[in-house]
């Protein structure tokens, strides 16, 4: 069955450094999605992607934080300098009808705990 | 502003019992509701969907309810069972396209033998 890959699983930093986060989405899936899950709460929209555009990044810290799907694939996730502020579970998820469709569902990959020292 | 609001946060229950989620929401326009389950450091997976016009929807053991007038929703586990340890999380789709998610907050449920 196809799945969404993220890597790594786990992340442990050092606040100030630099961390990246790679997701390849189900194939063919032109959406794709990056979360932020605070322990206990809901996912969060980073930022989405409609192949290699971005449609949505108006929650994205950008001072901070950077995302690119540069060939509409698979995608990554960058944050420089951490935080303390953000551990948290990246999740990706990707899906496959167009935006302008109804009840698309996302298909969401394991997600990459990070933890910022 | 969209919210989805869901009790409890947590419970317990003992295996075989049965229990029952709730989900209320603000969204609009409302496009589709779906109950996802997200097991302890994993991504959630849909469990059902429903649209506008659809009042109950069920997946094995799990049955979902939707009451767009008051706009409320349910998940009942029935007969649980410890793989139903999990957190579930309401998702509100809003917009005519329905790509506009709103989560909820998720309830943490803990079945104990």
């Known amino acids: 069955e196809a799945e969404v890959a993220q890597s790594p699983r786990y992340k442990i930093t050092e606040k100030s450094q630099a961390v990246a986060f790679w997701c390849d989405p189900i194939?063919?899936?032109?959406?794709l999605y990056w979360y932020r899950q605070i322990l206990g709460q809901g996912p969060e929209l980073l930022v989405q992607f409609q192949d290699e555009s971005v449609v949505d990044d108006s929650q994205l810290p950008k001072d901070r934080f950077s995302a690119e799907r540069l060939k509409g694939v698979d995608s990554t996730l960058k944050i420089q300098p951490a935080e303390l502020g953000d551990s948290a579970m990246y999740l990706c998820a990707s899906s496959s009808v167009e935006a302008s469709d109804l009840g698309n569902e996302q298909f969401f990959g394991p997600g990459t705990r990070l933890t910022v020292l | 502003k969209n919210q989805v609001e869901q009790s409890p946060q947590s419970l317990i229950i003992l295996e075989g019992k049965n229990c029952t989620l709730q989900?209320?929401?603000?969204?609009?326009?409302?496009?589709?509701l779906r109950w996802y389950k997200q097991d302890t450091g994993r991504g959630p997976v849909s469990l059902t969907i429903m649209t506008f016009s659809e009042n109950t929807k069920s997946n094995g053991r799990y049955t979902a309810t939707l009451d767009a007038d008051t706009k409320q929703s349910s998940l009942h586990i029935t007969a649980s069972q410890l793989s139903d340890s999990a957190s579930y999380i309401c998702?509100?789709?809003?917009?005519?396209?329905?790509?506009?998610?709103?989560f909820g907050g998720g309830t943490r449920v803990l079945v104990k033998p």
């Open positions: 998702v509100v789709s809003a917009g005519a396209a329905g790509n506009k998610l709103t």
């Open positions: 194939s063919g899936h032109a959406t």
């Open positions: 989900c209320n929401y603000t969204v609009s326009p409302f496009s589709n």
